[in-house]
């Protein structure tokens, strides 16, 4: 599970990483990321209703929670992501891991 010290929490910092940060798409997600002054990654999720109810919703977003916890020690910790889904899907384990890399490739090109 995702702790709560990792979790984008603030309209504000949401804001911020979806129009200044870096994307990295796929057919299922985009994946949001930018480089703020924290002292740990911050991951955001992002589910709208055009996905489905509000059981779908929240079952999506704990799904994604815990595969985004492995990734969590790959992370800089100043980085700050938000991750968008744009559909429904009953694994998305491939998506996530492909978008972490090109997103974390992106933020250390712009950082070097």
């Known amino acids: 599970m995702l702790p709560k010290s990792n979790r984008l929490r603030s309209g504000a ?28 990654p911050k991951i955001g999720f992002i589910v709208n209703r055009s996905v489905g109810g509000s059981v ?3 079952l ?9 916890a492995s990734h ?23 998506e996530v891991a492909s978008s972490i890399e090109r997103i974390i490739s992106k933020l250390t090109k712009v950082d070097a």
Request: aromatic share 4%; charged share 30%; glycine share 4%.
């Open 13 to 40: 910092e949401f804001t911020r990483v979806t129009k200044t940060g870096h994307r990295a798409s796929s057919n299922n997600l985009v994946i949001y990321g930018a480089l703020e002054n924290n002292q740990t």
């Open 60 to 68: 999506i977003t704990r799904k994604l929670r815990h595969d985004l």
């Open 56 to 58: 779908t919703r929240h």
């Open 72 to 94: 969590i020690n790959k992370l800089p910790k100043n980085t700050m992501l938000v991750v968008r889904v744009l559909k429904e899907q009953k694994d998305y384990r491939a």
